[in-house]
């Protein structure tokens, strides 16, 4: 005969599959599973992740403003050269100088992006909301956790994981 007590136990958790998640990819705060793709406190099911594409983040805000206050520096001093008249004046190795002096914004940009490069990008649509899936400065992880991310999504476009029938024992005749 059963007691009272035993009404009051929790309800039990469903029995597992008896199939572990595929692991497709983990390293500290970033998992890939067949099943789920989780990214520090962020989870998402693969299944509902869809249009996956990648792209590059904005540029290092420091080096932006270097590059738009160097630029303005040097177009302000052109300005004010020509008001005065200064620029009929120069000599030919002033107006080298110049020119110069007018391609430092380029280098910062160049400089900057070598430094300091945009951070590679993963997107995605998660319930018809685009979502950044992941993002990374370093190039060989980002590509790492990209192709776990999209065989993870082969995986459940097809079924699952089980194994395919070529991975079974061959067929061969009765003798």
């Known amino acids: 005969m059963q007691t009272d007590g035993s009404a009051t136990r929790p309800p039990r958790s469903p029995k597992p599959t008896g199939a572990a998640p595929t692991l497709l990819y983990a390293r500290p705060g ?6 789920r793709f989780t990214v520090g406190r962020n989870s ?7 249009q996956l594409w990648t792209g590059r983040g904005p540029h290092d805000r420091l080096a932006v403003r ?11 001093v052109g300005v004010l050269l020509g008001f005065t008249g200064g620029l009929q004046r120069l ?8 020119g110069a002096v007018g391609l430092l914004p380029l280098a910062l940009v160049l400089v900057g992006d070598r430094w300091r490069p945009p951070a590679y990008e993963l997107w995605g649509r ?6 950044l899936l992941f993002s990374s400065d370093d190039e060989r992880q980002f590509g790492q956790v990209t192709r776990a991310l999209q065989r993870a999504r082969e995986g459940a476009r097809h079924g699952g994981w089980g194994d395919p029938p070529a ?3 061959p067929w061969r005749p009765n003798r």
């Open 30 to 35: 970033i998992v890939v599973t067949g099943e």
């Open 44 to 50: 998402w099911p693969v299944a509902e992740l869809t």
């Open 66 to 76: 270097a590059v738009v206050v160097t630029a303005a520096m040097i177009g302000g």
């Open 91 to 98: 000599t030919a190795g002033a107006y080298l100088t110049l």
């Open 126 to 131: 998660y319930r018809g909301a685009e979502v």
């Open 167 to 169: 991975s079974g024992d």
